[in-house]
């Protein structure tokens, strides 16, 4: 008999992957199966970490840690290139796409994220995290291997699909792991995660590029996500109830609108990237590329009410919550993105950070993070209110913007009020990581090193004071960004646990 269909004396059946194939296994089970049946007299909140899906407590913190390992490699990569950026350019002598490392990651990761939620649902949460993580580690080795700009990109994208997968796949797991009540709690423990990478990724990436080498910035994944595979293959049981056949799960797949909204995604943020840069805004290409990416986000709209099995279900955009959330997420991911690549570069050129430096300049940004993230998770779990978190959170990343329009060429290097502080820390008070990062957020074309190496004197400070009073354009468009978070975020209906 196999453990998915023994029942316990409180009439429990815990489904699990695997059948009894030794006494060990089946003292597993039986602990296993005692902990889903002392669970079912438990009020939710009340349930221990885990007995959701019949794993005892410690197989739930392995599974967590398994988990989140490849969480924090995702998060890594989401600004460890950030400060490596200006050495990547000068190596490839490539500037003019070197935005795209940033912009082909964040396109990938954001379009496959609903994809993988409905493959596993046809397959299951485990086996298409392990799958990602496979496409994580081998997008990676692409990118250490990477010998020219375009493949660089062309791999970034790559690891973006992997990573993309790992993060949906995490927030999934956990509420199949733990009751919806709890998830803000261990919400938490993976928001420490990503504020341990967000303090990490700017010094690793620039010690690597300085003292070692760019290519460890992506050769350190082929290390550690080996671990995270194998305790998650090893550790992590669920179940897995599927009423249709792999062939019906393919039959009814919404491709036409995976087709439509990767490729108005990519049209789109393609026409943001040359508009201005490689042509002007008028040029037909620019016009023709954002209306052609516009169009075909519309008929996704239209696709997505015919399909069987829509990729994103039409009811979701009834809700003015939830509109006005997606379009909150999507300013916040201007000022996050912007800030995170932004001002690297800023301290680079202007102050003449090294790469590292630059990178230690981001630490109390990145600390906000961790310090706001907790708060936010005991805020929810305790009185089961979210929206509150966002406004505040984004009235400090108003006034961070709004300090950041003061930045010039002339302040003192080390002065420590020219590190941003509150933007990250509004990110914690949010508690919620973006869904979708669909933004273009770009990097500066020409080498900051270079320019310090090639010019001096009166022609360098000139230089500096163009790039400082250009940026600061973009600080006011950060501004811009974040008032549209707080004006969004209010207008949003507050719900509680529970609330139909």
């Known amino acids: 008999m196999s453990a998915a269909t023994t029942t316990t004396d409180k009439g429990a059946k815990p489904s699990l992957d695997e059948p009894v194939t030794d006494s060990s296994q089946a003292g597993v089970d039986i602990e296993k199966q005692d902990a889903a049946a002392a669970s079912q007299d438990e009020p939710p909140s009340k349930m221990p970490p885990g007995a959701k899906a019949g794993l005892t407590v410690r197989q739930f913190w392995l599974a967590m840690l398994g988990l989140n390992v490849g969480m924090l490699l995702t998060a890594l990569d989401f600004n460890i290139v950030a400060t490596a950026v200006p050495i990547i350019s000068s190596e490839f002598k490539e500037y003019n796409n070197s935005a795209w490392l940033g912009t082909s990651f964040l396109i990938t990761f954001a379009i496959i994220m609903p994809i993988t939620s409905k493959l596993s649902d046809a397959f299951g949460r485990k086996n298409v995290f392990l799958a990602a993580t496979v496409v994580f580690i081998v997008g990676s080795a692409l990118c250490g291997w990477s010998n020219s700009m375009n493949m660089l990109i062309a791999s970034r994208a790559v690891q973006g699909l992997g990573a993309g997968g790992i993060y949906g796949l995490v927030n999934v797991i956990l509420t199949d792991l733990v009751p919806l009540q709890d998830v803000g709690k261990y919400l938490a423990v993976t928001a420490i995660v990503w504020g341990i990478a967000d303090i990490a990724g700017p010094l690793l990436g620039g010690a690597f590029s300085q003292y070692a ?136 050129l202007v102050f003449g950070d090294t790469a590292t430096l630059s990178g230690v300049g981001l630490l109390p940004m990145m600390l906000g993070l961790i310090i706001g993230n907790p708060i936010a998770a005991w805020v929810t779990s305790k009185y089961g209110v979210t929206i509150i978190n966002a406004v505040l959170g984004a009235g400090l990343e108003i006034l961070a913007c709004g300090l950041m329009t003061r930045w010039n060429a002339t302040p003192p290097p080390r002065r420590g009020h020219r590190r941003p502080h509150h933007p990250r820390y509004r990110h914690g008070c949010r508690h919620v990581r973006p869904l979708t990062k669909l933004s273009s957020v770009g990097v500066v074309l020409l080498d900051v090193q270079h320019i310090r190496q090639t010019f001096d004197g009166d022609q360098l400070q000139d230089i500096i004071d163009v790039y400082a009073r250009s940026l600061q354009n973009g600080w006011w468009f950060m501004f811009a960004a974040a008032s549209a978070v707080l004006v969004f975020s209010a207008v949003c209906r507050q719900y509680k646990f529970g609330d139909k």
Request: include cysteine; aromatic fraction near 18%.
């Open 213 to 348: 080498t760019w290519r460890w910035c992506f050769w350190i994944n082929l290390i550690i996500s080996p671990i995270s595979f194998v305790i998650v293959a090893i550790v992590l049981k669920l179940p897995h109830n599927r009423n249709t056949t792999i062939k019906e799960e393919f039959l009814k797949f919404d491709y036409l609108g995976t087709v439509l909204i990767s490729g108005g995604t990519t049209t789109l943020v393609l026409g943001l990237q040359w508009g201005g840069n490689i042509f002007p805004w008028g040029d037909a290409k620019v016009i023709g590329t954002l209306v052609g990416g516009f169009a075909m986000i519309v008929v996704f709209y239209v696709s997505i009410h015919f399909a069987k099995d829509p990729l994103i279900f039409p009811s979701m955009f009834k809700s003015r919550t939830l509109i006005c959330l997606f379009i909150a997420e999507f300013f916040f991911g201007v000022t996050l993105l912007g800030t995170m690549y932004y001002v690297p570069q800023f301290f680079q």
